[in-house]
């Protein structure tokens, strides 16, 4: 990995991450709207390295590892491309079709958060700053 | 032959005569079929001093090698012609059945000339073809005739229905198919109408279908139906729509707004979206024939001022053309306008566009009560658009409505007071909502470029700047930035030959964004045993772009016409582009010296034309 010491630290960042985007309330309603459950597997980098969302009926809650129900939406990427892609440096749409992400489900409710990534972004930067790994922030 | 059938219908309808002509199988070879094909056979005839309206005019319907494989994305076929909207070429793709049904009955094409006395339909039926009356239909409504149609001759023939605009030869009239599938851009139902030609109806006893290398085809057929399905985007297509990614397109400042003076409404593309429409209004998903995306939506507004029964609902175009366009985010209005202009066979696309610069002109006092027999035209106003003005256009109906009929290049024109300015199109094409200052610098270039005038579907450099795109074989392995000229000109001489190719086989953009390079050259190997390589079909994609370009220089168009107009250049206001300037004139030279093109003329230089095997074709342009 180009970005983390280990498998641990992804998911430290971007469970912090979804912490500090639930207490944005423009962000938040575009969370609640995705309405799936959603895990987030880098195992590719680890068996450990893998966090989910829980955005439906009006749930925000996220937890690491595997969820223990069958996820609507599955994305498998590497941690250092989900840390370019919460840095807004990663064009979602390209990282599909080079394969860099794979898909499986529906991503009608993720492609409503897709505009947001942009405000997304200043939420990590600002995450990365508080765990002490400014030198992971993108420029 | 294989794939295609070889065999061409020629109606000449003054005379009332059928025959059934095969052109030259090397045509097949060079330029595939579909709008290639279609032009070729066009520059044959050698009408370049005909008017569209004139009964010497042709039009020519045409199948690509794959219509009627039982492969996804391959229902569509072509209509090409001189434009009555533009005056130039014209092509225009239309999804559904009726391409694999003609197939079946035994044609690639059908060549219409002249014009009846009374009005008529065509009806082919295997080796059957008959020009039937049609009185009974004239004046009448698409979804009417249609379903009359069906009565009359059986469910499962398959139909393409003119409307009240195409009969009062409406410059930008569509044809539609089934009631749902349109030849929406470029005027051709009008040219349709002043054959008095109300409909085409094909029926087949049979499914023939011949290929060349059935046990490679069905190989490949079955790889790509798989992957075409559980293609993420084409998922995405299904579950929403083509305008599922309405208001991602927002906030990247793709989608026009009030005649392209803003880029950015965050309430539009939340009301706007796919996603609302699946929630909303959605009944239905429907397909084009043998079709695992099943893009297409099926509608009904229960209740309030824009109620519709349910049938065939909008697609982005139309979503947009008929809500941010004109200052709307009422859905349930944008639900109703696409079906009241199916009905009366307007191009959502130049009606939408024609009524947004109207709006403007209003705004600013150069259409005045007086121009308007005294319609307010307002931003959003969608009561007066549906009920006043649409209807209005399509029986050119007082002073407005005659106006609004022309397109709106004819009508700035005709208004002057600097109107012309802020018209947004290509070639007096109506731009589709894709603004290139939000899209992606290298559609302004390809819009500019296109033969057929401002297109999002005469090439793919709209997927190529949104990254849908990845053709490492021919030399596309960058990662285009959209809002900059970078790789631009270099993306868009792939991207005319790619839509010279997509728009010839007739294959739809969105299920063939997942066929390699490598399987696009083996599906046409395999299907039509055109023995190719990737450089040959390349070669082929890029002659079709060069030979409409021909055609258009012998209407009198050249370099000064591959321009955009002062609003669509301009730096967006608003949004993601913001401020940002387009290197226009930087890409368009550049492009020019990669295709080799006089930057006088605007077309191949005469050596480059030999090159190409179009020796014939140069020496009637040099």
Redesign the interface.
Known sequence: MEYWKDETEPIKAFLKLFESTREDKELSTGLK?VNQLIWFDYTEDGPNCSYYWDCRDGKLEAGAGKPAEKPDLIMSLSADNAHRSWSNKL?P??????RKIR?KG???GL??L??KL?KVAVHYEKVLKELGWEDKILK | MNGSTGNVIDVDLTERSVTVASPPEDWYLRYIGGSGLAARLFWEMGHFDTDPFSPEAALIFMDGPFAGLKLSGTSRMSVGGRSPLTGNWGDSSCGGYFGPELRYAGYDGIVLRGRTEAPSLLLIEDDRIEIVDAASCWGKGIEEVNSGLKERFGKNHRTLVIGPAGENMVRYALILSEGHHAFGRAGFGAVMGSKNLKAIVVKSSKQRMKVADPKRYEKLRKELNTRIKEN??N??LR??GTA??L??A???GDVPIRNFTSNFSEEM?EAL?G?TLTEKFLTRRWTCMYCTVGCKRIVAVPEGPFAIPEGPGPEYETIAAFGALLGSQDLAAACKAGRICNDLGLDTISAGGTIAWAMEAFEKGHLTLKDTGGVKLLWGDMETVIDKVLPAIARREGILGELLSLGSVAAAERTGKGSMDYTCHSKGLEAPMHDPRGGGHGMALTYAVSPRGACHVADPMLHME?????YPEIGIEY?PDPMTDAHKPEAAVRSVELGGIENSACFCEFADREVSIPEWVELFNAVAGYGWDVEDMMRAGRRVFYLKRLINYRYGRTSRDDTLTPRMLEPARDGEPKGIEINFSGMKERFYELMDMDPEKGIPREATLREYGMEEEARKVW
């Open positions: 709207k064009n749409v390209m990282a599909i079709t080079r898909v529906s991503a009608t492609l409503r897709a505009p942009k | 993420l985007t998922s995405v579950e929403s599922a990614n208001e991602g927002m906030f990247a593309g979206s996603a949104m990254g849908a795109c990845y990662e």
